[in-house]
């Protein structure tokens, strides 16, 4: 028998308010610093697709890459 696992899609910031994971955990999984994860919530930067592909991967999909086209638009 398989267990399908269904993750609700959400965006960054509600993923980490969520998860109840540290801006620092995040960070140091993502390799970068934890004014870098600020920036990216208060939407003062806007992450490469590298980096777009690194937090859906920390994230096991629950955030997208969708998530972020649909944010810039």
Known sequence: ????????QMDFNTYLSESKRSHSDVAKQLGVSTS????????????SMKMVARISEITAGVVSFNDWLTASE
Not at 1 to 8: A, F, K
Request: glycine share 4%; charged share 20%.
């Open 1 to 8: 028998m398989v267990t399908i696992c269904h993750h609700r």
């Open 36 to 47: 870098y994860i600020s920036y990216l919530r208060s939407g003062r930067r806007n992450p």
